[in-house]
Structures are given as structure tokens and as C-alpha cells.
């Protein structure tokens, strides 16, 4: 049973906008790492607590704030007292059983993520949130883990200055988070893709009872990969049609074409559980198949060898008066009836391409 | 079959607004407490009759009057009339078999939840209503057990003053109850999680007879869950978008958010539905593939020993001239002959994979 | 296959507006019912035909015309004139292979519906058109049998005055013909329902070849009704709504109430649909796992009697030669292997769980 | 496979616009019929070419023409000359494998139908294309066949001056025509009925291998009536709402009658499919059941004879010193054995309900 | 595996607008072609570079630009230098594996297209990219592969200045190349028609394991094929629909015509997964019939000769007093009586009509 699923229930009954972490703690130390840029300027610290930030005036400087690890909820609420983020904002980034929305809350855009990746290891997709909340020149990011891969380009590219990315405002850096969560998506179905292909190959050639499980395994990871993008496609349909202030109008472009690419994915997934029912028709056909070969073997031998040893069986009798046995040929002419009679039986085989 | 489902036809042919109450009785007294509060007050009381109960003028006073037990058609008559409410309203709340839903009467919202709770002793899920009627500074609710152990925290939350629930208007008090119910709704799909778990893990161990009972067993659970769930989301959807003047404007992030609960219940038990599928389907093609295997036997079995058996059959005849009879050496022969075929046999099966 | 799917081709090719009668004639005479009453007067009477009736110009008196049976094409023709019917309203009243439906002709609505009755004897489901012509001081209501026991409540609340009806239009009067209408399904259903209990509780017991075809009725009479109510669903939402004025604002908080409980009833529907099908995997693979039992009882009879007849076979040959043949303890010591093989075999089964 | 599927291909890459008949040559022949009438007027003649037709300019008057056989180009050219047609009119009533569709171009309305009719010597429905334009006061039908029974009883009614039709204009003949082949798919669907009843009890009473292939051609041909009438619908929808100014609002009604009737025909479908979907159970289950019931024999014969040939074989083994065989009772001993080991197994069987 | 799926990953991480090909390299050389073209004049040249072209300052003539071979970065980046696109715009135009979509870019339509070809040779179906830029004067194309045979007609056509292509604008070329791609997927869908058709055939003659693969593999390509016209439906009634000043409203009609048709396709298509998963069904059934029919064989020999073999077994005994063995006619008898039992057997069979 995927972990994601049902934890919710130890909220269950407490205060709304009560701090509680759900979920696992995926990392021991929360990381905070505060970038400010403008067009001309850079700066990057990691801080260890949020005391030693001080929040700059200036509206020209885009500030990033990157914490990883959610279980710290001192330093959750004291962002959340920063930037008076809503209760209900708080609560929602440290319970991890979130799925992907959007909320506007006055002052800024509250966005909640999954990001995927694949472990080679234990062979599971692993779902990690992040929250995102972007407001008119700052972005604070929230990751249950260290500071992923997936990331990281990003802040490289504002080191750097590459791109347009330095010259456009915190919401064009929310829209490259989401773009580089959502482009990973792509590597999770490629894997999810090759591991349909070999089970496509394993269930013609050989199909074994482990196809089934297999099957079965993927069939859970797609419903669960599903589940993270599906509701980010009504996100981003909201983003895109700029009826938030807190967008620029010179962002709904971008915001579109990430759309389009979780519709791709969402359509990909479709098709690869189409697919997936596709190989569970050849399986189930393929057992019956070879029930059929089986029960075709065993009907060929009884056929043969039934009436040949009901024939012993009668030689075999001792009746008195049995004229045949007496025959100086009746040894040589049973067997050759019997040859006679399972040579036919072959051949009435083959002819029914039993053979 | 589920009770719910179908018992309202005692009522078919009756004026509507007639007050039956349709459902089982699930306490033996009806309780009445009644709580007032405001942000500096607190009274809390159990009355026996709503005839102890004057309504207070007070504006800024909120009411909260909960009512244990609705087949007391008396009490439930004298609240209608006292608090004004409509006779299609009255007739809803003691017919236990409503669906999830809201109506505007003017003076006060009507909303019928079910809530839900899992019996460990008969593997079952308990389904009571619960109604409530939230009008400017009143709610009243009703249910058809015993103060559940779902709304007592609640209690305890305004008792204690603690969170924002005191300085806020009824309308936050019912979307507080709401909450808590939703929140309940968790607690046991995390029990059917686990139990599909468990299911999972049986078939694919060791697929007995049972866990197609069993998997049908869960499958309506699900059905029942869902039947309680839907409706409310559309409930809440209507709540959140702000169209009724009774319910102010700061609620509506919170019940957006109650939203989004009943929205990823409904698509874990869509994912639930799905898994289930995916079980039945492995729990059918392990039958197949047990018939198969028996039937492997069966072949295995009957192709050594039918060609050996005739072959004993044919040196069992009694015909007078059989020459290989009089042979020394042609008994050992033949047995020699016949360990040959049977070893022929298990070394062609092997390859075959048969064994 | 259900009568009233495909009879409707008999009409084609004619003019539309054309009276035929399309369908079973179901009571020998045509009844015809005047009931006028305003909140102090009420008046009922028997006519033999539309001739003794003279319309009454008096706005406050409401008047209810019943007409049971609808074959009588000269009855619906005078009503038709009298109260100034479309030609499409009376054709559609008499062919009673309509679809739930309203359509609002300038002085009056039209609403065609459909009234279920469980026939115990024939174990079917006799479907019943009931056609509504709601004027603003009059009600039409046409009916294919006799005056049915599901309107009779309603005439009877009239007469004694009791409830609302006396005090309200005829659109309430019309409302509290559909609701009792609507509220028949649920009798309906609790019918289907416990017929579905019977099936399941069978099918796990005792899974029998009738199962499949009692399943097969039972979802064939599911379609039937779905047929009935889903089109009244949209027809009282639009009721409902109140886009019509011919019906009174007060009325609307009615006619929602009956439009939950059409969306009750479709839901219960849809769930029993569910477990119809739940039933039939639960069927089909009990019939598997029947089939592998057969085989396990085969496969174990075979495997323990091919050896040991093999081996009887072979001192049942006649070689001069076979030492064993002579020696003192040759059968006892044989009897002892054969039972050996045999009691060794059924270990075998029982460590595979076959026995 | 259906011939209408896939020929739109011989197109590709052709300039929209080229006049192409694509489709089979279903007449020899094309025949122009040109029917004049109003109120008090009725002319009607066969011309042999479009040139022998003068337009009128009495707008009084209603012009139909009706062409048969649209294979021949060039009288479609000349009429899309005289009424002023649009390019693409003319490409699609050339073209018999357009969708059913409803196009406004400025002048007039053009609407595309499919007419069925069921072939009872190849058990196949036939699908006919009709495309009409509608304009002010002519109304132009195209056909693929010989003028069909099924638009022949209009033309008789316009002669006979039965009914409104003389009295109104060219949008009451256009849906009068409509009507007259939606009417005719309740021909077609109480056909496929018939043919779903037959196979029902075909199925139940002997399930032979034909049935699924029977089910597979009428599950082919509700796809092919389905895919006829489902864009009609839409097609209806559109005329009915009244947005063309084409079409006078006195004809709303009747196009929303013809609308519901559309509307009954594709829900028949649905309910039709749901049947054969649970014929095919029946049928599945059956097969089962009778693999079930040829197992059972077996294992029966096997069970009882298999271990009484064992202990004959028993008794014909030659060892010298086999006690029994001396035995004067032996033989009817053993006679006796066996019959009560064979009627052991009867009724070990009965109790199983194997017999 | 389907290579289009899922090779997007390979961008992860890169900033939006950066130019990678992705895909295939379908040709060797890129290959541009300049058409400018007005009502009077035709202009047609191959430039190997885009340096050689000079953008026309005269708004009456039509350039239309078409590349062939998108990987050369270079060559689109010019194309987007000199036309203004946008660095999205040249970012999907290279990425081959863009969904079918629609972009209005300010003063151009971007338009993704996917463009069909069945290859005999692999029996596969090749999907190309086609991007259109459409702007008010100028038309650019982009294709993965060489000039294709689908879009030749086109240029043909504008060089004969047949039709109306020379007289309208680069809208109406746009809408020609849709036109001309979109008709082609009939062919591709006749050529999977006649396999189903063949499929069909083959699953009622002759079951083979093959048909299941077959099967399988149609179902894949179907899936692709409608993955690829599914989203260009879309884009289609966006276009029709007319909100863009770039297409002019004499085109609407065109592009709604186009609309139809690829309607048309996708319902075919449905209706093609219709018929095979009614194949599916009828291979299964034919596999369980075969499995009955071949059980059926086995059981008739195994009923007929284990008693005749028991029997001859009972009289191979050797009892020394069995008096049977002594009688003269003991010997003829039985073989009278095992003739008689096996006649009695075969008669039963053909009674229960196995035979």
C-alpha cells in the first residue's frame, strides 16, 4: 500500500490550522538557503536559523527562500510570521499528504507540488512535496527532502544570469520550479514506459505467473504517478488563464506550455494503462492457451493408449474358448492392428492440428 | 445488503412534510445540549426538554444546541418551531436515509452530513447523519447516537477558548463540525487501505476461495463510502463559493480547504476501486494458472504411465505363439524398455518446463 | 426484451400531431375524475364523459381532471379542446412510449412521467405512463390503467383537507403527484434490493447456473428503471429552477426536494449496478475454482491408480522368465509396495493442500 | 467491415471544394422531382434535367426539389448554381460519408441525415445519405437511392392538403422530413430488439458457438446506428434552440419533439448494449459451466473405474502363491467388492451433487 | 514501445526556450523552400541557407516558407530571427514530440500538427511533427522528414493557380495543409480497417495464438493514431470558432469542415476499439470453447473404454473358479456385451449432443 495514501487521520479531530508534520522525516537537519537577485546583483547564504535573516525592503530584489525539511516547524512559523503567510498555509505545507493546488491568498499565490523520483534501488517511485508560495517580489520554497536535483539547475541558471531568468520577477522563478518538476515527470513515465515494454516482451515470449504481479505493481505506480499530476493540470489551467494579479500577463504563455506538458503526461498515462490492460488480455489469454496445449497432450495420449490397452486387455483374458489366441498369426495381426490403430489416431490428430 | 439503501418507501404515498422518522434508533433518550458563547462567555448545559430552553436575544451570544437522538419527533417539532424552520427541513432530519446536502431557508442554512465510524467487533462501517441548521448566531445539530466522540473534541475547543473557534460566528462553529466529520472520513479509509493491503498480500501468497468474498466485501464498503462522500463535495463547493450572505466571507478559505479533503478522499477511493480491480484481476488469472498447474500433473501422470501400462497389457495376453514371452532375457528387457519411455518421459516434460 | 423499448415505429410515416394510441390498452373503460376545490369548497365527481363537464370561470377553485385510461383517443381529443392542448401534447399523451420530459407550452406545462409498480405474481416491473398538463387553476393528469393506488393518498388529502394542498395551486397539487410517484421508486428498489441480497447470499453459497440469468433480469430491470427516472432528473431540475411561471416560487424548495431524492435514487442505481457486477466475478470465479476442484479430485484419482495398475500390470504379464513371480513372498511384499505408493500419494496431496 | 468507415481517403490531397461522389452508385438513374405548392396551389412534375426548371419569384410559394441518385455531378452543379450553394455544400452531398451535421451558410440551412433501412435478405442495415437545404422558401433533398417509402407518405400528404403542411413553410417540410427518418430508426432498433431477444434465449437454452459470433454482428450494427444518430442529436439541439433565423419559431416544438426522440433512440442503445454486454456473461459463464459439467463425467467414469481395473489387474497377476485366487468364493467376492466400491462412489458423488 | 511517448525527459532541467532537438534526424540535409505567390504572380525557389532570403515588404503577396529537417538549430533559429517568433514557439517547432496544439503568439498562430504514414515495409505507422507559423502574410512550415507526398498537391496546386488558393490568404493555406493532413488520416485508418477486418476474419476461422498479438498491436497503433488526432480537434473548433483577427471569417466555414472530419476520424476510431475488444471477446470464448471441445474428446474415449477395459480386466483374472471362463459362449458374449456398452455410450453422447 502506497504510504501517501491514508495518513491523514491523526489530524483527525484537532483544531484547524494546527501545526502537525505528516509524513516521514526525510532529512535530519532543515536547510535554509536564501538567494536575492536582481538583474545586476546576486547573493546566496545558507542560513541556519531564520533570525538571521532580515527581510529587505527593496522591491527591485527578487528574494528565493529554499528550506528543506518540513519537520522543523519553529522555522516554518517563523517564515509564516515573516511573510504572514495564512494559518492554513502553514498547516498545509507541513502535512505532506497534500495534493497539488492552487490558493490565492491576497497577498500571495500558495501552490502545493509532488515531485517524483525514481529510486533504481527498490524499484519505487518516491513522492516528495514541495510548496511553493510566491508572492510579488519573493518565492519560499518548501522540500520534505534536501535540496533535490531537480532544483539545482535553477539556481545555477540565476548564478549565472543565463537565460531570462534574472531579468523576471518571482513568478517567472515559481513557473521554473513547476516547469522543472514537471519536465522530470517525463523521466519517471520513460522508466514506467521501458518497464511496460520488457513486461510486453516477458508476457509473449514466456508468460509466467510473475507477469501478473508485475503487472499489477505498475499498474499501482501509474495510478499513484497519476495522482500527483492530475489535479497540478487544473493548477496550472488556473495560472495560465491570468485571473491572478500576482501573475504577469508575460508569464501565461509559459504557464500554458507546462500545461500542455501535464496534459501530455496525463495522456501518456492513459495510453500506458490502456496498454497495460492490453497485456493482461494476453496473459489471460496466454494461460488459457496453454491449458488448452495441456489438456491437448493429455487428450492425445489417452486417445492412443486407451483402446490399445482395452485391446490387451482383451487378449489378456482367459476365457477357455478364445479361437483367436489359438492363431499361429494372432500375436503378429493384434499388433498390427494396434500399430494400424495408433498410426490412424496420429494422423487424425494431425489433421486436426492437434499435432 | 446496505441498510441505507433503499428503505424509503415506508414514507411513499404520505404528504411530504410529514415528520416520520425512517432509520433505526440508535440511543434511547434524546440529549439536549446547549451551549452559548461569545469570545468572553461560556455556558454549556444538558437539558431534558427543549421547554427549559429560552432563546436568548443576544446577538453577539452564539447558540450551539445539540440534539442526540432524533427519533424524539417532540423535541424535534418544538426546535423547528422555536428556531423557525421549514417543514421539509424537520421531515429531512429525522428520515436518516438523505444524502449529503445543502439547502438555503432563508433564515438558515440546512446541511446533512453522514458521518461515518468503523465497528472493529462486526468488520463493518456505522453510517449516522448528521444535520445541521446554521443560521446568524445559531447552530443546531443532530444526530442519531450518543455525543460522538468525533464532536466532543469540539466541545472541549470552545471550552477551553482555545484556537479562533470563540471569536467567530456560527458559521465557522458548522464548518468546524464539518471538518471534523470530513476529517473522520480518513480514519477509515486508512482502515480499508489496510485491509486491501492485507488482501493483496493474500492473493498473491496464497489465493483461497475467501478473498473474492473478502475483495467483494471491501468493493462495497467503497461503494457506501463514496455514496456519503460525493454529494458533500459538491456541498462544500457551494459553501466555499460564497453565495449565501450566511456564511462570511473569512470562512470560505477554510471550507476551500474542507474542499480539498472530500476531493482527495473520493480520488483515494477511486485509486482504492482501481487496486481492487487490479486484485480480482491477479486473484482470477491464479485460479487459471492453478488449473493449469493440476492439469500439468494429471498429463505428466497419465503420459508416463498409460504407454507403460499398455505395454505390460500387450505381455499380458494369452496368445500362443508370443515368442518374446519364451526369451530369457526378454522380462528384464522389457523392463529395461519401460524405465527407458518413463525417464524419456520426465526428461521430454522438463524440457517442456512441465516440471 | 421490455415492451416499451422499440414499439414506437408503428407511428412512422404519419403526420406529427396525429392521435394514435401506441401501446397496451390497460383498462376497459376510460375513467374520467372532476375534483375542484378551493382552501373552503371541495367537489368530486364521476363523469361518463367530457361533455357533462362545463369549465368553471372561477380562478380561485382549482380543478383537477382525471383520466384513466388514455386508448379512449375521443376523450384526450375534448379534453385537448376544452383546455386549449397543443396537438403535440395530446399526441404525446396517448403514445405512451415517451420519455420523461416537460415542455412548457405558453398556458400550461407538460410533463410527461413514468409511474413503476412491482407485480409479485410475474416478479416484472409494470411501467406506467402518467402525463401532466399543470395550468395555472387546473391539472390534467392522464393515466394508462386504473386510477392507481399510489394517486389515491393524494385525492384523500384533498378531501379531508388536510396538510398544505388545499391552501396552495395547482402547481403544488402537481408536485405532490410526481412526489408520490417518485417516491414509489423507492419501493421499487427496496424490491430490487433484496432481490440482490438473495443473489449474493446464492452465490456465495451455492453458485448454481439460474444465478447468472436471475443476475441478467435483474440488471435488465435496473436499465428499466434508469431508463424511467434519469430523464425525470433533468425534468424536475428544470422545474426546480424556476425559470417556468406558471409555477410559484413557493413550490420551488418542493420540487428540489423531489429532485434529490430522483438523484437518490439514480445513485442507488449506479451502486447496485456495482455489485450486480461484484456478483457476477464472484460467480464466475467460483465457477473456476469449481472446475479446478473437479480437477484436483481427477488428477489425485489418476495419480494414484495409473502407478499402481502399471505395476499389477506387469506381473500380470506372462514372460516364462520373472524370478518375483515365484518367490513365496512376492504378492504380499507387491501389496505392501502398492500401498506404500498409494499412502505416499496421499501425503503428497495433503502437503500440497489438495486433500 | 462497414462501408462507410474509411473511403474518405480517395480525397486526400485533392483542393477542398472538388465535387467528387465518393460512396457506391445506388441508382441508375437521377431523378428531379420539383413539387410547387401553398396554401391553395400544388404542382408537381418529373423534370429529366435541371434545365428545364425556371426558379419562381412568388415567395408565397414553397418549392421542394428532390433529387434521387446524386451521382451525377453535374445536375448537383447546376442546383448549387440556381440556389446559389456554397463550394463545401456541394463537396459533402457528393460525399456519402459525412457525419450528420447542421451548417448555416447566410442564404440557407444545410443539413446532412443518414437513412436506414433494414435489409432482410443480407440481414444487413443499409445507410443512405439525405442532405437538405433549407432555405426561406424551397427546401432541396438529396438522395443517394430511389425516392424512399419513407419520404413518400410526406409528398402525399402535401398533395391530399392533410395536415399543417400546406399551410407552412419550408422549415416545417424540412422537419417534417427529419422526423419522417428519425421515426424510421424505431423500425430499425425494434428490429435489433427482435434479433437481441432471439439470441437472449438462444443463449440460455443451447449456447453454441454461433451466438458470439451473432453477438459480435449486433453489437457491429447498434455501433453503426449509434454512430448515425448520435451527431443528429446535436444536430437537432442546435435547430431547436432557435438561434437560425431560418427557421420560424412556431417549428421549435416539433424540432425539440423529433430532439427527444433522437434522444430515446441513442438511450435505447445504451440499453441495448448493456444487454448483449450481459449476454455475453451469460454466454462466457455458460461455456465455463459446460467445461465444468464435461469434467465432471470424467472425473465421475475415472473415480469409479479406475480403481476397480486396479484390483482386477490386481487379481490377474501370476504370482505362484496368491491365496484368494484359490479361494472357491474369491471370484464372487471380489465381484462383490467392486460393485460395492462402484456404488460407494455413486453415491459419494450424489452427496457432492455431482449426479 | 511507442518512441514518441516518452523521451522528454532528456530537457529536464534546462531553462523554457532553449533550443534541443529532439527526435529522430529524419532527413540529412535540411531543405527550404520560398513560395511567394499573389493572385497574378508565382515565385518558387530552393535556398540552401537562410541567408539568401530577404523578407518582402509587399502585404499582397503570400511567402510561404517550408523546412524540411528541423534539426538544423541554426536554420530555425534565422526563421525565428526574421519572422519575431517567440523563443517558446522555436523550442516546440524542434521538439518532436509536442502534443497537436494551438498558440496565438500576437502576430502569429502557432499550430502543431502530427502528420501519419503507414509503412508497409515495418507495418508500422511513422508520425511526423508539421509547426506552422501562420501570420498574416506569411505561412512557414516545418517537417521532420523530406517534402512529404501529402503536402506536394498543395504547392501544385498554387503553382496552376487552380482553385481558390492563389486568391485567399496565408490563412487559407494554412487551413489547405490541415485540410490535406487530416484527410490523409483516412487512409491510415482504411489501411487499419482492412487489418481488423482480416483480424476478424481470422478469429472466427482459425483462433491462433497470433491473433492475440495482432490484436494487441492494433490496439497500440489505434492508440497512437488517436493521441495524435484527438488534441487537433481541439485546436480545430478553437480555430473555427473564430476569436482570432489572424483568420479571417471567410475560412471559418473551411476549418469548421475540417472539424467534421476530424470528428469523424475519432469517432472511427472508437468505434474501431469497439470491434476489437469484440474480437478480444470472441477469441477468448473461442479458446474456452476449444478447451471444452478438446475435454469433451477426452472424456468420450475415457467413458467408453476405462469400463470395457475394467471389464476386460475382471475376466483376465485368475480365480481359479470363475465360471464364466468356462462357458463355451463366455467369450463371444462379452465381446457381444462391450460392443453393446460401447454402441450405448456413443448413443448417449449424441444424445447429449457431444458427438
Not at 547573493?43 to 535573516?53: A, G, N
Request: with cysteine; glycine share 6%; net charge negative.
Amino acid at each position: 500500500m502506497d504510504r501517501t495514501m491514508s495518513k491523514g487521520s491523526t489530524k483527525a479531530g484537532l483544531p484547524p490550522g494546527t501545526l502537525i508534520h505528516i509524513g516521514e522525516k526525510k532529512t535530519e537537519k532543515t536547510g535554509i538557503t536564501v538567494i536575492e537577485y536582481s538583474e545586476s546583483e546576486f547573493r546566496e547564504r545558507d542560513v541556519s536559523s531564520m533570525d538571521e535573516y532580515v527581510r529587505s525592503g527593496d522591491k527591485s530584489i527578487i528574494t528565493w527562500i529554499n528550506i528543506d525539511g518540513i519537520q522543523n516547524l519553529e522555522v516554518v512559523e517563523k517564515v509564516g510570521a515573516l511573510f504572514l503567510l495564512h494559518p492554513l498555509t502553514l498547516e498545509d505545507i507541513v502535512n505532506t499528504e497534500q495534493f497539488p493546488k492552487i490558493e490565492e491568498y491576497g497577498e500571495y499565490l500558495f501552490i502545493v507540488l509532488k515531485m517524483l523520483s525514481y529510486l533504481e534501488k527498490t524499484d519505487t517511485i518516491a513522492v516528495e512535496q514541495v510548496s511553493l508560495c510566491c508572492g510579488p517580489e519573493f518565492l519560499i520554497s518548501f522540500q520534505e527532502g534536501k535540496a533535490s536535483s531537480i532544483l539545482l539547475p535553477i539556481k545555477e541558471r540565476i548564478r549565472n544570469g543565463k537565460g531570462r531568468i534574472r531579468k523576471m520577477g518571482a513568478d517567472y522563478l515559481a513557473y521554473s520550479l513547476i516547469d522543472a518538476i514537471v519536465d522530470n515527470y517525463f523521466t519517471i513515465l520513460e522508466k514506467l514506459g521501458e518497464k511496460i515494454e520488457t513486461l510486453e516482451d516477458a508476457v509473449v515470449d514466456n508468460p509466467e505467473k510473475k507477469v501478473i504481479n508485475d503487472l499489477h505493481r505498475l499498474k499501482r505506480q501509474l495510478i499513484n504517478v497519476r495522482r500527483s499530476i492530475w489535479p497540478l493540470r487544473e493548477v496550472l489551467n488556473i495560472m495560465g488563464r491570468g485571473e491572478s494579479s500576482l501573475i504577469s500577463e508575460s508569464i501565461h504563455l509559459y504557464l500554458r506550455d507546462v500545461y500542455d506538458h501535464t496534459i501530455r503526461i496525463i495522456e501518456t498515462i492513459e495510453a500506458y494503462r490502456d496498454i497495460l490492460s492490453g497485456i493482461l488480455d494476453i496473459y489471460l489469454s496466454n494461460i488459457s492457451n496453454r491449458i488448452n496445449a495441456v489438456m491437448k497432450v493429455l487428450t492425445i495420449i489417452a486417445t492412443i493408449f486407451m483402446p490399445l490397452t482395452f485391446l490387451a486387455g482383451v487378449y489378456g483374458m482367459n476365457f477357455k474358448y478364445m479361437p483367436e489366441l489359438e492363431w499361429p498369426l494372432g500375436y503378429p495381426l493384434i499388433l498390427f492392428i494396434m500399430t494400424f490403430i495408433g498410426i490412424s489416431m496420429v494422423i487424425y490428430f494431425r489433421k486436426k492440428k492437434w499435432l
